[in-house]
């Protein structure tokens, strides 16, 4: 095993760590005020909040740690992923708001749908990369 995989592992294996801990930070703050604390404990809500937003941060620095460890390929490959979902993010969310102001929409959309749609777009651009540059 080189250095390079090793250190490449382990930027991955604390990845995974750090999404599952801000995944279940999030679902703390979530489903928290209606099945553990109560609606009627804002401060437990703030608390949950809180704790997601810094696990979310600590997120943020393992993914960019994660960036600097992969192979230059990978990182080519998960960089053009994350700018196709940044660009997908930022026009179908302006559009939207944009349709949305002018009344031309006439149905509320849950605002978790644009995560799970920019997730998605992630995956496509990042397989499509990867069968691009094999």
């Known amino acids: 095993m080189t250095g390079d995989y090793r250190e490449s592992t382990k930027a991955t294996i604390r990845l995974v760590l750090w999404t599952l801990a801000w995944t279940a930070t999030l679902a703390s703050a979530k489903f928290g005020p209606e099945l553990l604390w109560g609606s009627r404990q804002p401060v437990a809500s703030w608390a949950a909040v809180a704790v997601n937003l810094a696990i979310g941060v600590g997120w943020i620095v393992a993914f960019t740690r994660f960036l600097q460890r992969i192979d230059e390929l990978q990182r080519k490959v998960m960089q053009e992923a994350l700018a196709i979902s940044l660009g997908a993010?930022?026009?179908?969310?302006?559009a939207y708001v944009v349709a949305d102001a002018a009344g031309l929409i006439t149905f509320d959309v849950n605002t978790a749908v644009l995560p799970a749609l920019l997730g998605v777009v992630f995956v496509i651009a990042f397989a499509a990369g990867m069968i691009r540059y094999r």
């Open 89 to 94: 993010g930022w026009v179908g969310g302006f």
